[in-house]
């Protein structure tokens, strides 16, 4: 499977951005999706996790409330609509499919990395 980020960019604080990933090349609706991030200087960090239904979402806590996880199982496609942007948000953002099928979410499981896109907010 391989998946593709992209939409990302410069923004100033405070304002939004819509991130897509295109996935293609093998299953992904029985497997829950997810986008990582990756600041310099740091670890790579779970920002958000979507079941293979669509019905349970979650959130790392620096987010939550303020970026929102989709997909679309049809076209393929998982998104996430980040708002209110900080600063800190400034980081490398990656979507990635949970290793195990049918499964809950679990931030340790992900894998199949896609290429990432760059978001830089500014103060």
């Known amino acids: 499977v391989q998946l593709q980020a992209f939409g990302g ?3 100033q604080a405070g304002g939004s951005l819509r991130l897509s990933c295109a ?3 093998g299953t992904f ?3 829950n999706l997810g986008w990582f991030r990756q600041a310099p200087g ?5 920002v958000s996790g979507i079941s293979w239904s669509g019905r349970s979402t979650t959130y790392a806590d ?16 998982v998104y996430l609509q980040m708002n209110s942007l900080k600063p800190e948000d400034t980081a490398i953002y990656y979507c990635a499919r949970q290793r195990t099928p049918w499964a809950a979410i679990v931030e340790g499981d992900f894998g199949s990395w896609g ?3 760059q978001v830089t907010v500014s103060s």
């Open 29 to 31: 609706t029985t497997y």
């Open 115 to 117: 290429q990432g896109t």
């Open 42 to 46: 740091k670890e790579r960090e779970f």
């Open 9 to 11: 960019g410069l923004m």
């Open 62 to 77: 620096s987010v939550k409330g303020r970026f929102t996880i989709s997909r679309d199982n049809a076209n393929g496609r």
């Open 23 to 25: 996935i293609s090349g």
